[in-house]
Every structure is written in structure tokens, then in C-alpha cells.
């Protein structure tokens, strides 16, 4: 994942969405939702954008809407000045998004990844990972599913005070390279 996340990166579009709601690098969130813990119990859900959007009130929350989490969304009819509804993003034009955000809000594992290598602080709404490092080095914090935690991690956030990450030792985008050369020397190509 990161050897493509890094070998994109000088790779990815602006898409058209930066432009029509005039967004500006590091002055928006970026929210995604898409697990069953968080998406299929509309009161879950509801509470979640509920909370995240009070907190964020300042920022612009840009939500690419999963297909899973929209068939919910459309009967919870919610409606806030700062959460744009938006479609799925290509991977370039979403990692864009993703690159200059103030934060990314997500229970997306991969997602985590992404935003340790691309030093953009990640709240992952999930009650686990299986990406520690992700918060043990990187940028990352694991809040849960529970609406009210969220609020400590916020108050960090906006107060300037987030963790600085780093890039755990072999995320540096040479997997590949790596996994061929270990298979010639098994292999004795």
C-alpha cells in the first residue's frame, strides 16, 4: 500500500470538489464511514456525524460517502452547514484530499496508513486496528465508536497539541523491491 501511496504521490489531482467549496490546504476535515459498527445502526451513525460535526464546527467536513453508509444516510436526512456530501473519490484525487486536510476522521485501517506516511493526523473511529503502528509511531489516535470520546481527542487537535509522527522503518515504498530480491535469493534466480 505504500509503495503505491508513494510512487502516486507526485500523481494526485485536485479534484473539481476543492474548487466549488473553495477549500484551503489544512483548513478542512475529511471524514470517512463505512464499517458495520459505525453505519448500520442509523442512531450510531447519527450520533457520530452528529458529534464530529459539533466539534468541527470551524472546518469544512468534506464526507466521500461510501455506497453501504449512504443507503443509511438518506433516511437519517442530515442536514449541517459544515459536512459537504460528496461521491467516492479516484484514489489520486482522494489522496489529495487526504494530503492537505487539517485532520482525517476515519475507521478505515488503510486510510491510517496513508495519512502516518503523509504526516496528516488521523482519528480512527474504531474500537480496534490491526495498524498499532499507526498509533504507536505514527499519526494516528484510536477513539472508539463511542461519540463522547471524541471530544478529548478534538480539544488536543485544535489546540495545536497533536502527536508528531513518524514513518514506521519500512514504510519507505520498497516493499516490492524487497519481496523480489528475497525471492531470487530463495529461489536462486
Known amino acids: 500500500m505504500i509503495d503505491t501511496l508513494l510512487k502516486n504521490k507526485n500523481r494526485f489531482i485536485k479534484s473539481s470538489i476543492w474548487n466549488e467549496l473553495g ?72 489522496n489529495y484530499l487526504v494530503k492537505n486536510a487539517f485532520v482525517v476522521l476515519t475507521d478505515s485501517g488503510g486510510i491510517t496508513e496513508e495519512t502516518t506516511v503523509m504526516n496528516v493526523p488521523c482519528i480512527t473511529l474504531r474500537d480496534s486496528t490491526e495498524r498499532p503502528e499507526t498509533c504507536e509511531i505514527g499519526t494516528n489516535v484510536l477513539v472508539g465508536t463511542n461519540p463522547d470520546k471524541i471530544e478529548d481527542v478534538f480539544k488536543i487537535l485544535l489546540s495545536g497539541k497533536w502527536k508528531q509522527g513518524s514513518i514506521p522503518e519500512l514504510w519507505d515504498g520498497k516493499s516490492a523491491e524487497r519481496i523480489i530480491n528475497h525471492l531470487i535469493e530463495i529461489y536462486q534466480l
Open 23 to 94: 477549500l484551503e490546504q489544512k483548513k478542512y476535515m475529511v471524514l470517512t464511514l463505512h464499517r458495520p459498527s459505525n453505519v448500520d445502526e442509523a442512531q450510531q451513525l447519527k450520533s457520530l456525524i452528529t458529534q464530529i460535526v459539533t466539534l468541527g464546527k470551524a472546518y469544512p467536513i468534506i464526507f466521500p460517502v461510501h455506497p453501504r453508509t449512504k443507503k443509511i444516510l438518506e433516511d437519517l436526512n442530515l442536514d449541517f452547514e459544515n459536512l459537504h456530501y460528496i461521491e467516492p473519490l479516484s484514489y489520486l484525487s482522494f
